[in-house]
């Protein structure tokens, strides 16, 4: 017993046990609407027929009544109650009643009966009154009629009608009634919670599938159902929220090894010079000469962190942007004089091909980081006298930037990797090995762009060297 009262009570806390006993509320409700419909209905067409059948044999009688003598009265009284199913009888002016076929009718139904009397009385017309509700033992239909004489009311006949016959009736039928709603409701309970049950089931592995995510199990996925379309919209939606959480546990993953990675080789290096350099006592020249390079090695360092401290911030959304009208032709012209001696070394050429006029909205620093960067990474893969194209032109309400090199390329599966961190197609493609960066100028270029609300891409097939186009919208 106290097994089933616990599942009894558990069963309200749960979403099937809810979901059944909603059925059943609204199956009662139904069901306690419908007999107070049909009892509403059923009572009337009731009362009807059986107010125009006592009514008929009411007139009769009172028109015997009112062709004979007073002192016949009795006798036509006697003679209708022998073949009358109910109870008879006669009342006069003054209230008094003159003639009870049984029982006094107005001494039933409490105040219904005399106030219908006296409203035939005083109307001079039949009334009709039920002495209690028709499902009750007692319950009588009562007519009254006046009795008229010299044209005014002398008495008045009453009629009452037992409705004990239509209350069997009624019982059984609300009996069958109730039966059959007391089926209804638990096959209607029951389907609901089997339906519950198959609608619950999706969730039930939408439930496993999340526990295990959140265990640490990332590679799970949820099997869309064909048969549901919302259910299957959810899945779709969780399964994107997993993938998208998977790539960025990846991502965090890989962004860690990496960003260790690169600054764990300089400094092994710089540890390996500084004991090189404890180890025996050496001049102030040959001192300062380790301390170049261990200046060298920190500088590189510096400027790994600074990579990853801006692209954090832009992870976070707090990059800060200085907006201002920038003159973007003279910023581009100033950063290509700048590269022009560091590419004349190796006898690369800069052909720079830019538009007067354009103005950009935007933050002047970051943007001059963008255009240095593309053209450090055009340098690194240009072969010796090759050239290196800058070319800016305005189109609509948009700039285009184009940076070209003349290099070997990159592979086509590299394209779409190449904006990630620490991404390097190919090392062995760069002219010095020394200036291999640390794979994260491209990403912050890419930042910075879409924080202007540009765009770059790049185009690029191997033996064809790579064109970067940047997209910016015109102040």
């Given at each position: ?246 790539a960025s546990f990846a991502a965090q993953k890989r962004f860690t090894a990496d960003a260790s990675h690169e600054l764990r080789i300089p ?209």
């Amino acid at each position: 017993m106290k097994r089933f009262l616990r599942w009894w009570s558990g069963l309200f806390r749960t979403f099937r046990g809810r979901l059944a006993l909603t059925y059943i509320a609204v199956e009662l409700s139904i069901l306690l609407l419908s007999g107070v419909l049909v009892y509403w209905l059923l009572t009337a067409q009731i009362y009807r027929e059986i107010d125009e059948r006592i009514a008929l044999q009411c007139a009769t009688l009172v028109a015997e009544m009112e062709r004979s003598s007073e002192r016949f009265w009795p006798f036509h009284l006697e003679q209708f109650a022998k073949h009358f199913p109910g109870t008879l009888q006669l009342v006069n002016s003054l209230g008094e009643v003159l003639y009870a076929s049984d029982r006094q009718i107005i001494r039933h139904g409490g105040e219904k009966v005399p106030k219908a009397l006296a409203r035939a009385m005083r109307e001079e017309n039949p009334t009709f009154v039920s002495t209690d509700s028709l499902l009750k033992k007692a319950n009588m239909r009562v007519v009254s009629m006046p009795v008229h004489r010299n044209g005014q009311v002398v008495a008045v006949v009453m009629l009452g009608r037992s409705t004990e016959d239509v209350r069997e009736v009624m019982q059984k039928l609300y009996m069958l009634g109730g039966v059959l709603g007391l089926i209804s409701m638990l096959i209607s309970g029951w389907v609901g919670y089997i339906i519950a049950g198959r609608a619950y089931s999706p969730l039930r592995q939408i439930i496993r599938t999340a526990k295990a995510v959140a265990a640490g199990d990332l590679s799970r996925r949820l099997k869309p159902r064909g048969d549901d379309p919302e259910m299957q919209s959810l899945e779709l939606a969780l399964n994107k929220m997993f993938s998208e959480l998977e790539a960025s546990f990846a991502a965090q993953k890989r962004f860690t090894a990496d960003a260790s990675h690169e600054l764990r080789i300089p400094l092994t290096i710089l540890k390996g010079e500084v004991e090189v350099a404890l180890r025996h006592p050496r001049s102030s020249e040959e001192y300062q000469a380790h301390l170049r390079q261990h200046l060298e090695m920190i500088s590189r360092m510096q400027r790994i962190v600074d990579d990853l401290l801006t692209l954090a911030r832009a992870d976070a959304g707090q990059l800060e942007l200085v907006q201002e009208e920038v003159d973007l032709t003279l910023l581009l012209q100033e950063v290509g004089q700048h590269h022009l001696i560091l590419f004349a070394k190796d006898q690369i050429s800069l052909e720079m091909d830019i538009e007067e006029g354009l103005t950009v909205s935007g933050d002047p620093r970051q943007l001059e980081r963008v255009i240095y960067n593309l053209l450090n990474n055009a340098y690194k893969h240009a072969p010796q006298r090759s050239s290196v194209y800058l070319h800016a032109r305005s189109e609509g309400g948009s700039v285009h930037i184009h940076v070209r090199d003349e290099g070997e390329g990159i592979a086509p599966e590299h394209i779409e990797k190449l904006f990630v961190r620490f991404f390097r197609a190919d090392d062995s493609r760069v002219r010095q090995q020394a200036n291999s960066g640390a794979g994260l100028g491209l990403a912050i270029c890419k930042h910075i762009v879409h924080a202007h609300g540009g765009s770059i891409r790049v185009e690029s097939s191997p033996g064809m060297g790579a064109e970067f186009i940047i997209t910016l919208p015109r102040a």
